[in-house]
Structures are given as structure tokens and as C-alpha cells.
């Protein structure tokens, strides 16, 4: 977040459809929806002068949007930077060239989910669709970031033929080694390929549930301190990992964003994350805050 933002995203769902079912994205158990852009204005003109950058992605492809084009006219209207994470498949034609808008900021293409959809396939077309995006992307958008996420470092797809074709080609393509880096992903995620395009690294978590055993020891997020969620039927959730709202903080349709945000419910978790505490259930199950453990740790000793 910057002096003039309090938050430095907010994660819209503009769809919870998606057209690739990968397992390392749980399934969505809502209805099936796509967020209309008249309720998509509604919530772009509050959160205008609120964060710096709207991510249209919590669960689903965004690209699989009927009327992307108008989402995307709602964000530069309000003075919007995009950050889109998509799979891909869909970077085409007119999808392809709303892509490369000036009001996306950046492009986060997930090629992990090649190998949880096709593995045992040829991945050579699908790198070539890659590449056809970041070619045309060095022309007509120099100042665009693009990464590359291949969250791949921990498990068997770290070993994967889908994927050690995939660093192949990137190799090729860019001239670089893309092998891992020693990275600490708690430090350094990112490999510079060229321009502004990363390789970006990255291991893969358990999604939060209430099935999932409750943590014995301090915890923190980030969440509702630098970004928050909004599902695609306008209820408002903590974090981007709160699929299916377990913890609804409000609706936008029915009180001001900023409103919701400022509730009891929403403070006290805000609160206690400042304190290494959880106050959530959900938030007690969830195993991706695992890597805040250090700092959870120094801030409930400072409260002590």
C-alpha cells in the first residue's frame, strides 16, 4: 500500500467459473456466478483512492468473463491498476489484446496448471501461446509486468516431464538457466527473464478449511491489513483465501465498503493478527500463514 492507500489490493472476483479444474485449486462449492458490471462499478468507485490495485481473481478465470472488456473500462474510468492472473488458455485475439490494456499493471500467468490438467501432453503449444502474449507484450507494452508463476518447489511436480519441458522452453525462449534459484520464498520468489518478465517461484499449500486440525501456536496474515476479498456475489471476505466466505464481513451491495471494513468482526481480527493472535476459526486452520511463523512469534512477544 502506498501514504494515499490504506490497502495495497483488493482480490474481485469477477468470476468463480474457471475452465481448468487443477488440484492444487480446490473446488469451488458456491453457485456458479460471474459478478455483473453493474455491481463491478459499484465496487470500483469505492475502492477508487482505497487500495492501489484491483487483482480480478479470488477463485475462477477472469478471462472467462462475458463482458471483460467492460470490467476492464469500470477500472480505468476509476483509476484502477489491473493485476490478472490467468492460466492462459484463454490469451487469444480480443482476450489477448484486453490483456495488454494500460490499465493492467500486470500479468501473473499460472503455467503450473498445465501439468495438474495435461500432463503426459505435448506442452510445446500452449508455451507458444505464452510466448506469442509476452512477444506482443515487449512490443506494445514495455512497462507491463508479467510473471511467469510455476509454483512447482516442493513435490512431485517439481519432477515433472509437463514441467521440466516447460523450464526448457523458457530456457530456450529467454536465453536464461530457469532451474530453481536458492530462493527463500519468504525473501525472493523471482527470477529476472528479460525486461520486466519473472520467473516466479513459488511452493504450493493446502488451502484453509474447517476440516483441517486448529494451529497450537501464534499466527499472522496479512489479511484486511494490506488487501482483502470480494466474491463475485459481493460479499467481503478477510483474505484472498476464503473461498467460500466462511468469515462474510458484509455485502457490498447492502452497506459502504468502507463500512464493512471497519466492523467489530473486522477489527478484532485485525487486532489480533497484530498481536500474533487468531481470532478466526478459519483463520486457526489455515496452514499458508505457516510462513509468517517467525513473525507471529516476535509480535506475541511484544504484547506479552
Not at 499466527?219 to 478477510?238: E, M, R
Request: aromatic fraction near 8%; charge should be neutral; proline fraction near 4%.
Amino acid at each position: 500500500m502506498s501514504a494515499t492507500t490504506p490497502f495495497r489490493r483488493a482480490y474481485v472476483e469477477i468470476s468463480n467459473i474457471c475452465n481448468l479444474k487443477c488440484s492444487f485449486c480446490p473446488t469451488v462449492e458456491r453457485a456458479n456466478q460471474v459478478m455483473s458490471p453493474d455491481l463491478f462499478g459499484k465496487v470500483a468507485a469505492q475502492l477508487s483512492g482505497m487500495v492501489d490495485e484491483v487483482c480480478l481473481h479470488l477463485m475462477g478465470e477472469p478471462l472467462n468473463h462475458p463482458e471483460f472488456s467492460a470490467i476492464l473500462e469500470l477500472c480505468r474510468v476509476h483509476h484502477l491498476p489491473v493485476n490478472l492472473t490467468t492460466n492462459g488458455l484463454m490469451l487469444t485475439g480480443a482476450r489477448r489484446d484486453l490483456a495488454l490494456s494500460q490499465v493492467v499493471r500486470q500479468v501473473n500467468l499460472s503455467l503450473q496448471s498445465f501439468e495438474a490438467n495435461f500432463a503426459g501432453k505435448d506442452v510445446s503449444g500452449y508455451m507458444q501461446r505464452i510466448f506469442q502474449f509476452t512477444r506482443l507484450a515487449e512490443e506494445r507494452r514495455p512497462d507491463l509486468y508479467i510473471n511467469l508463476r510455476l509454483w512447482d518447489l516442493e513435490g512431485v511436480q517439481a519432477h515433472s516431464a509437463v514441467n521440466t519441458a516447460v523450464r526448457a522452453h523458457i530456457a530456450e525462449e529467454f536465453g536464461v538457466v530457469a532451474e530453481d534459484p536458492a530462493v527463500d520464498i519468504r525473501r525472493k520468489k523471482n527470477l529476472l527473464l528479460r525486461g520486466r518478465i519473472y520467473l516466479n517461484f513459488d511452493s504450493r499449500f493446502t488451502w484453509p478449511s474447517l476440516d483441517l486440525p486448529k494451529r497450537q501456536r501464534p499466527g499472522f496474515c496479512h489479511g484486511l491489513s494490506s488487501h482483502f476479498g470480494i466474491h463475485a456475489d459481493g460479499t467481503v471476505v478477510p483474505c484472498c483465501l476464503d473461498k467460500e466466505a466462511v468469515i462474510n464481513l458484509g455485502q457490498v451491495q447492502d452497506e459502504p465498503l468502507q463500512s464493512i471494513l471497519s466492523s467489530l468482526r473486522a477489527v478484532a481480527m485485525r487486532q489480533g493478527f497484530a498481536k500474533g493472535a487468531l481470532i478466526e476459526d478459519l483463520c486457526q486452520r489455515c496452514t499458508f500463514i505457516d510462513r509468517f511463523d517467525r513473525k507471529a512469534q516476535r509480535l506475541q512477544d511484544l504484547h506479552r
